[in-house]
Structure formats: C-alpha cells, structure tokens
C-alpha cells in the first residue's frame, strides 16, 4: 500500500474495505462503500429519517398519509373502503359522441364530420353531400 493514508473504512463490520471513494449515508452518517450504501445493506438505523415513501391510491390516484408503524397496505385499504373518492361511471367517457344527422343511420363518430354546405354533422359514411341528400346551397355538386 503506497498510499494509506488515502480513502476510508467501510463501516460495515462484515466488510471494512478500504474504499478510495467512500460514500456517506444521508440517514446514519456513517461511510460506506459502494456494495454497502444501501439503508437495507447496511441495516442503518436512522432509515426511517430518510426512506419515507407515501403510498398512492391506485383508484383515484391521492397520496395515502401514513402513520410510523402501520403497513401501507393496510392503510390504502381502508382508504378505499371509506374515503376513496373514485367514480367508475366518471372514468368511463364516451368517445363516440357525434351522431350522424342522416335519417336512418345510427352511427357515431369520435370527431365532428361538418357538411361545408349545411353544416349538418353526419359520419364517415355520409359526409359527402350526395351521401345525405344535402339541401344546404344551391351550388351545383359534382359526382367526381
């Protein structure tokens, strides 16, 4: 060893190698190496200060408060049992709202499909003037 003096013990008592770059927990304070860093890797004490992790209801997507020692699980359950505001109908939008204006057909478009001449809204189907017997101007149509 040229140069002793240089980088620092890895606090871990399993381990204690001589780390040229060692890395300090944010919770303990203690160094650390790279294989050791990790609260769960070196049993830090103090990660309970820093590993604070707030569970989302995965229903209607609200931050679930939790107290120090209940489970998460345990928590959000109840949240959904009581307090979730979550509305199955509400998510369920419908897409195909624009009904076609021609006599007969039932169908529905995602989009607005506007006659120029009328301004009728028909689908696909029927957009073309000679498709729904448009009486909007009295502009001759071609039948290209």
């Known amino acids: 060893m040229e140069l002793p003096w240089l980088g620092e013990h890895c606090s871990e008592r399993s381990c204690k190698q001589l ?6 927990c944010d919770a303990c304070e203690e160094v650390f190496c ?3 860093i990790r609260y769960d890797d070196h049993k830090c004490s103090s990660a309970y200060k820093k590993n604070v ?3 989302v209801c995965p229903l209607c997507n609200t931050p679930i408060p939790v107290q120090r020692g209940e489970i998460p699980d345990i928590v959000v359950g109840a949240h959904i049992d009581k307090d979730c505001k979550y509305n199955p109908a509400q998510q369920k939008q419908k897409i195909f709202t624009n009904k076609c204006l021609k006599p007969g057909c039932k169908r529905k478009e995602m989009m607005k499909v506007v006659c120029e001449q009328c301004g009728g809204n028909f689908c696909i189907k029927h957009r073309h003037p000679l498709d729904h017997d448009c009486k909007g101007s009295s ?3 071609s039948k290209a």
Do not use: N
């Not at 780390?19 to 300090?24: A, M, Q």
């Open 34 to 36: 790279k294989d050791h």
């Open 139 to 141: 502009q001759p149509i």
């Open 19 to 24: 780390d040229f770059l060692p890395l300090k």
């Open 53 to 55: 992790q707030v569970p």
